[in-house]
């Protein structure tokens, strides 16, 4: 059978908001929230309506279950002042949602008799209730003590979400698989629109949408077999243009297309797609292109 808490928490931001909205909707009682930020008292009044706003120690004293979503270098102090200020009781849950922490970052709380769980969304969020639907189906990252596992399971049920068991060591390797691919992604498109934006697109966003759309649907089917383009096919006259006229129109975005130039080009080298003799003639175009050094690749060249 499944347990009803009283939940409170602390950080009340994108994340925080959100949670708090969905445990509620699934039938828990939300009895305070901590948010000092216009912002986050705006979530609240948002999402989570009637919920009043009380200091993060009244918080912890009201809810059974304490969540945690405040960012990740200030969670062990805010534990620590909790703990320290006799806010955390015994049989208490508290749950954080850092993707990089652990249990140990939770010791404080654990060794007042606190149950004690580390449940990371992998999910972006903007903080309304567009996130709400996306909890469906979404991946959470769990480290908890096997004690506390059911307890666990049934919070991700609850979010309507899907578990993932993560060891204690590995979390921070989890969260940097997470960060690389999604919030450099975002990195990414934002400065291929910028390119995009230099070379005449009005509409930069809706020109890639399709194409990204199926990029990475056949990425994450296919991994490096999905990769097209001019470094996979060793077309060292594009490469070149590509760095002159990204040089000379959108300077911004040469240190990143560089980057992820001989990421590809040292990926397709490895598994054999391209010929040595093209790879070194591009890392050649790669490395110039850094110095400040282009210049135009005659044809007698890439042969």
């Given at each position: ?109 654990e060794a007042l008799g606190a149950r004690v769980v580390a449940l ?184």
């Open positions: 059978m499944s347990t009803t808490f009283t939940v409170g928490v602390v950080g009340a931001g994108r994340v925080g908001a959100v949670l708090s909205a969905a445990l509620r909707a699934a039938g828990h009682d939300v009895v305070a929230a901590a948010g000092e930020s216009d912002a986050s008292r705006a979530r609240i009044d948002a999402l989570l309506p009637g919920v009043p706003t009380a200091k993060p120690s009244d918080v912890a004293r009201a809810a059974d279950l304490l969540l945690l979503t405040v960012p990740d270098d200030m969670l062990g102090n805010v534990v620590t002042v909790l703990a320290d200020s006799g806010a955390i009781r015994e049989g208490q849950v508290v749950v954080h949602t850092s993707g990089r922490h652990g249990l140990s970052v939770l010791a404080p709380a990371h969304p992998a999910m972006t969020f903007t903080g309304t209730d567009v996130d709400l639907p996306r909890l469906t189906g979404c991946v959470f990252g769990v480290t908890t003590r096997p004690t506390e596992r059911d307890l666990a399971m049934q919070l991700v049920a609850d979010l309507g979400g899907r578990l993932m068991w993560v060891d204690e060591e590995r979390r921070t390797l989890y969260h940097a698989g997470l960060a690389h691919g999604a919030n450099h992604l975002v990195t990414l498109v934002t400065e291929a629109m910028e390119i995009l934006r230099a070379a005449g697109a009005d509409d930069p966003a809706g020109t890639l949408r399709p194409l990204l759309t199926a990029a990475l649907d056949n990425a994450l089917d296919a991994g490096d077999a999905a990769l097209t383009g001019p470094i996979v096919r060793g077309d060292v006259q594009t490469v070149a243009a590509h760095l002159d006229d990204i040089s000379s129109n959108a300077p911004q975005t040469l240190t990143s297309y560089l980057a992820m130039a001989r990421a590809t080009l040292s990926r397709v080298v490895t598994d054999g797609r391209l010929l040595p003799i093209r790879a070194a003639r591009i890392s050649e175009l790669l490395d110039a292109a850094e110095r400040g050094e282009l210049r135009a690749v005659t044809p007698e060249e890439i042969r």
